[in-house]
């Protein structure tokens, strides 16, 4: 029996009933057809997961009464942050859904030379509940418990002077001088910088460059900026997390 995960943004905990998210709640009722004592699971975030059941399902208003509580680690010991090059559409929406299910921990989405998607203040709040809203789906398809810390937009300039600590720094550049295999190990995870569509501009390479990224290569071939991200998180994983 199939058992849905649902993530709700509210305080959980055994013997409370809460109110499904809409769109989960319609899903649940209209799509999947569930009935009234049918199990759940819950999470918020926190790293627990709630068993539940379906106490109500109304046109508008689905409720779940939460059971109990069980701790749950899925999180990856190679803490990565992907700073991500914004990419147009669907594509940054895919881009945010395969790093949360590879298991980043946070995702930094970046304004560069050639970032071709422009946001004001109004459209990046909007964009970035969209994207929590992406992360959360993912969350709930990949079994995590924690969702990946999401920040505002921000230009590269900014982001790399605030930048401190001892974790790897790594940008993707075709032709870069080092291979994932050739990197040593990371104790205190990696930053993980991704161009746009363009690519980075050699004014962004500069920058990073003298802000100590390393310049990483993924093979002889150009990958698109939905492919490349990806595909490093998936061998820094494997060479040195949970895969």
């Known amino acids: 029996m199939r058992i849905p995960r649902v993530h709700v943004d509210q305080p959980l905990g055994p013997g409370r009933e809460v109110l499904l998210p809409e769109q989960s709640g319609e899903h649940i009722a209209r799509v999947l057809r569930l009935e009234r004592g049918h199990p759940l699971i819950l ?4 790293g627990c997961e709630y068993p539940a059941t379906l106490a109500s399902l109304a046109k508008r208003a689905v409720t779940a009464e939460v059971t109990a509580m069980r701790a749950i680690e ?17 594509k940054m929406d895919w881009i945010l859904q395969k790093a949360t299910e590879l298991g980043v921990a946070r995702i930094v989405p970046i304004v560069t030379e050639r970032t071709e998607v422009k946001l004001d203040e109004e ?5 970035v509940l969209h994207w929590t809203q992406v992360i959360a789906g993912a969350c709930e398809q ?16 900014r982001w790399l002077s605030a930048l401190e600590g001892d974790t790897a720094r790594l940008a993707l550049i075709p032709g870069g001088d080092v ?65």
């Not at 999470?43 to 926190?46: L, P, Q, W």
């Not at 899925?74 to 669907?90: K, V």
């Not at 161009?195 to 501009?201: D, I, L, T």
């Open 43 to 46: 999470f918020n975030g926190d």
């Open 74 to 90: 899925r999180e990856s010991p190679l803490h990565l942050t992907l700073a991500q090059g914004i990419a147009r559409g669907e």
């Open 123 to 127: 459209r990046a709040e909007r964009r």
């Open 142 to 157: 990949s079994g995590r418990t924690r969702l990946p810390q999401l920040e505002m937009p921000q230009r590269l300039d």
């Open 179 to 243: 291979g994932a295999r050739e990197l040593p190990p990371m104790p205190h995870g990696a930053l993980l910088c991704v161009g746009p569509e363009g690519g980075f501009s050699e004014k962004d390479v500069a920058m990073l460059l003298q802000s100590q990224f390393r310049a990483l290569r993924l093979g002889p071939r150009i990958l698109r900026t939905e492919t490349a991200g990806i595909a490093a998180l998936a061998a820094l994983q494997a060479l040195q997390g949970d895969m």
